[in-house]
């Protein structure tokens, strides 16, 4: 039984596109381009300037404490001197439902939302943010119930009460609609607009700065604070920022029908049935266990995430084998990322680029290093990056294509930096921020250097035998915030980041983690040195 489920990527990009209604007639006849747009906050616009980050957030109430909320006061404190903050996806746990924004998001968040001293009473499609607030979706942005489940859901069967209540999963009545809840929650959902002459008044009212590529929308905070798509592009202070949805690249590649292919199937079939069994135990658990004592409910809170994290790796192996499934991936958007790219290189006006998504290419989170999903949107981002290198040649004169990476999904702070990989992302700095939130992960075992095998038919066969093959380092975690401890000593440090971006070419960036760590039982924070990139 799989708690969530994943809508195939053509359905995602189908659906999006229904709901910005991507590139019709009245938006071409404009010369509009739905994936830019200018921030317009009547500031200065200066070459020093600091945005905040958070990521994997969207969770409520955890029997009494709020690690959201914590995180979301020290981003507060900092807010003045900030001019926006990036989100890194996973806005609203468990699937994304609109039932869960004013627990999991607006009552966090408040004081980033005009009218957010009254809480209960603002719409999570009404949204309007006194604040920048710029995020991308989440794979739990996208999550839908299976339809048993919620059928179960809506009834007061043992079951629901089982998920509902003991293991608080964040589960209510019905998912997020194909990624509908965060469409009309963040972005310009233009399909609302369907009376005579209203779409023709909304874009002449909203969509008014005038870029190189064209028309776009103007984000105005404390007026208009809607997104053009669910990837964007904007500019600061010479930095191109580019907002990525990993949702629809991280497809995992057709296993071979090869002999090291169905070596491969058999071991992820052992693999799936023993998850599976290791779920049925953890449930039962579960059931013995009184949430109105403290240790029980310190066990209960573990399971929880466990949970949590089966059913994510139960969900990457399906994806691998699914028997009538196809390599999908997003080529438009590739595409899109890729002239982008190379137009920010030939622009003179541009000092660096930023590009930040949900999925991380390099990881060592304990749970995500290995997943055939983080595998897949490091291999599509390569392909994107090795083009613009080709296309970029001399220009880049040894800097990386892009100065850095943005990432969330691994629940931990982590920053990674990448060596000769032998393509375009060689040297790029990587920072996961995904502890914002909900449940904090461990770092692998195996310890903080990534591997690969030294050429592409070796990196191709080790990845189709579900190995890592250890000749050739790709990259190194210089540092690592995540879960740590045992039992009743057992860490959670929950974080978010402040980054300034200094003047000069190319950019420097001071990189300042922001962690309140919950540890026996009392919150506290905790002082990480900053760093320069």
Not at 95 to 106: A, T
Not at 219 to 248: C, E, H, K, M, V
Not at 382 to 411: I, M, S
Request: with cysteine; charged share 30%; aromatic share 8%.
């Amino acid at each position: 039984m799989k708690f969530v489920s994943d809508p195939r990527i053509t359905v995602k990009i189908r659906k999006m596109n229904e709901r910005v209604r991507w590139q019709e007639k009245s938006i071409a006849d404009r010369g509009i381009d739905q994936t830019k747009m200018v921030l317009d906050d009547r500031t200065d616009d200066c070459p020093e300037f600091s945005f905040l980050v958070a990521g994997d957030s969207g969770t409520g109430n955890h029997r009494g404490h709020n690690p959201q909320r914590q995180v979301a006061e020290l981003m507060l404190r900092e807010r003045q001197s900030c001019r926006f903050a990036l989100h890194t996806g996973d806005v609203v746990y468990l699937v994304g439902s609109s039932e869960y924004y004013l627990q999991n998001f607006i009552r966090p968040y408040r004081e980033f939302i005009v009218g957010g001293e009254q809480p209960s009473r603002i719409a999570y499609d009404r949204m309007v943010f006194n604040f920048p607030f710029l995020p991308v979706p989440g794979n739990h942005d996208y999550y839908d119930l299976p339809i048993f489940y919620g059928i179960l859901s809506a009834t007061a069967l043992p079951l629901r009460r089982l998920l509902g209540s003991k293991l608080d999963l964040d589960v209510g009545w019905h998912g997020s609609e194909i990624g509908n809840a965060y469409a009309k929650a963040f972005l310009d959902y233009l399909r609302a607009h369907k009376l005579p002459g209203e779409l023709d008044r909304h874009l002449d009212a909203h969509y008014t700065a005038s870029t190189s590529t064209g028309r776009c929308i103007r984000y105005q905070p404390g007026r208009f604070t809607r997104l053009p798509n669910r990837y964007y592009t904007f500019r600061s202070g010479g930095i191109d920022f580019f907002a990525l949805d990993s949702n629809t690249f991280n497809e995992p590649l057709p296993i071979p029908k090869t002999k090291e292919g169905e070596i491969r199937r058999q071991n992820l079939e052992l693999d799936r049935q023993k998850l599976e069994q290791e779920k049925l135990e953890m449930l039962e658990m579960s059931d013995r266990l009184n949430p109105e004592i403290p240790e029980a409910a310190e066990k209960l809170d573990d399971l929880s995430a466990k949970l949590e994290q089966l059913d994510e790796i139960l969900m990457d192996i399906d994806k691998q084998l699914s028997p009538d499934r196809t390599a999908s991936t997003d080529v438009e958007q590739l595409e899109w990322l890729k002239r982008r790219l190379i137009a920010s290189w030939a622009d003179s006006d541009v000092r660096g680029r930023v590009m930040y998504l949900h999925h991380p290419p390099y990881v060592t989170e304990a749970t995500k290093w290995n997943q055939a999903q983080t595998l897949a949107v490091r291999l599509r981002l390569r392909e994107v990056l090795d083009a613009v290198a080709d296309a970029v040649g001399e220009e880049a004169r040894g800097r990386p294509l892009v100065d850095l990476v943005l990432t969330g999904h691994a629940h931990c702070l982590e920053y990674l930096r990448t060596g000769d990989t032998g393509h375009g992302d060689s040297g790029i700095n990587w920072i996961v921020c995904g502890g914002s939130g909900h449940s904090l992960r461990r770092q692998r075992p195996e310890g903080p250097i990534l591997q690969e095998a030294s050429s592409p038919e070796a990196y191709r066969l080790a990845r189709e035998a579900g190995a890592e093959t250890a000749s050739r380092r790709v990259a190194e975690s210089l540092l690592f915030v995540g879960r740590s401890g045992e039992g009743s000593h057992k860490r959670r440090p929950y974080s978010c980041l402040r980054i300034d971006v200094l003047d000069g070419t190319p950019p420097k960036f001071r990189v300042r983690p922001l962690v309140v760590e919950r540890f026996e039982g009392k919150w506290q924070e905790i002082a990480i040195e900053p760093f320069v990139i």
